[in-house]
């Protein structure tokens, strides 16, 4: 998937300034991290990406469709096409793992047989086939967000956005999951991972956006 933001802005009805001015463009098939201090806009910009939130001005382009055309019935399929990975995971603990996975595809209504078999090869993938019984709440921390990039992933999106993915992590198991965001970026899937690790950032060595009080202060080059 393509992004292209073209001087984005986005002002809350209190007055806050969120994004302001914000352009640059991901070519499919890009992988890239978004850094920047706390409230300088990076969940904002996640928000604008899934029809979250609407921007105040500018254009936001994906594959060349101006999201602002879309029409409110065309916004679910839209987001079925883009996988999101939070912080605290999101899960729910009254299901099992495979059931929190199975989640996405349940709600597009799905075949049962399909979406058993899309199931399990997500876990597969993130290396949680054999605990798909379990309750989450039994397993560690960094098999939560395992779990979450597998439902993430189980509708086979064409963008992958991660949302402060490690911020609950140690090292180890944060380069874990920085690993597998490139495995899913190897085979063709655009991810966009916002973080504030710039340590893990820099040994990634991929493309850095950065915001600061909501404006695009550099775009480019590696992590350093």
């Known amino acids: 998937m393509e992004i292209e933001f073209q001087r984005v802005g986005k002002k809350y009805e209190s007055g806050q300034e969120a994004l302001s001015q914000v352009s640059f ?31 105040t001005s500018g254009q936001i382009l994906i594959d060349g469709v101006d999201l602002r055309t879309l029409s409110r019935r065309a916004i679910p399929q839209h987001r079925r096409r883009v996988g999101v990975v939070f912080q605290n995971h999101q899960l729910l603990f009254d299901r099992s793992v495979f059931h929190n996975v199975a989640l996405p595809l349940q709600v597009s209504g799905a075949d049962p047989q399909q979406i058993a078999k899309r199931v399990r090869a997500a876990l597969d993938k993130v290396g949680l086939l054999d605990k798909e ?26 963008l992958l956005l991660a949302d402060e993915p490690t911020g609950n992590l140690d090292p180890k198991l944060s380069a874990e999951i920085m690993n597998l965001f490139q495995e899913f970026n190897r085979v063709g899937v655009t991810v966009l991972v916002a973080s504030h690790d710039l340590a893990l950032v820099a040994r990634m060595r991929h493309r850095v956006l950065t915001l600061s009080h909501g404006r695009m202060v550099n775009d480019g080059g590696f992590g350093s």
């Open 25 to 55: 463009h991901l070519q499919q098939g890009e992988m890239a991290f978004l850094t920047g201090h706390s409230g300088a806009g990076k969940s904002t910009l996640m928000k604008l990406m899934m029809m979250i939130e609407r921007q």
């Open 133 to 158: 019984k379990y309750n989450p709440m039994a397993l560690s921390g960094g098999e939560q967000q395992r779990i979450g990039i597998a439902r993430a992933v189980v509708n086979k999106p064409q």
